[in-house]
């Protein structure tokens, strides 16, 4: 069974680090691009971070540039979003993706089912 398992949210206070893993089962990230997205209440989904596959290059929202840093392990298939110097707009449910185009096949993705992180002022 195919999983990704989010965690590490919470609350925390503003100016305060959180960081968050997400761990998958069911199939190897090795060759997956891997990202975070997050949804506030009322708001669309929006992509935070990203990391690629296996060249390992990311890109990040330019609201969190130079505050959250991506990761992966391939080996313990597992990616981390470090989140610092959180502001109360960073509040959301932040969810994992991971994304693999296959070549005459298309676009498969799996997406875990999030977790919150509140940022209090």
């Known amino acids: 069974q195919v999983q990704l398992v989010e965690s590490g949210g919470g609350v925390v206070q503003q100016g305060g680090s959180l960081r968050l893993s997400c761990a998958a089962s069911?199939?190897?990230?090795?060759?997956?691009?891997m990202s975070w997205y997050r949804q506030a209440p009322g708001k669309e989904r929006e992509l935070v971070a990203a990391?690629?596959?296996?060249?390992?290059?990311?890109n990040y929202a330019d609201s969190v540039k130079g505050r959250f840093t991506i990761s992966r392990d391939n080996a313990k298939n597992t990616v981390w979003l470090q989140m610092n110097s959180l502001k109360p707009e960073d509040t959301a449910v932040y969810l994992c993706?991971?994304?693999?185009?296959?070549?005459?096949?298309?676009?498969?993705?799996?997406w875990g089912q999030g977790t919150q992180v509140t940022v209090s002022s």
């Open positions: 993706n991971a994304k693999i185009l296959i070549p005459l096949r298309g676009v498969y993705e799996y």
């Open positions: 069911g199939f190897t990230i090795s060759t997956y691009a």
């Open positions: 990391i690629s596959s296996p060249g390992g290059g990311t």
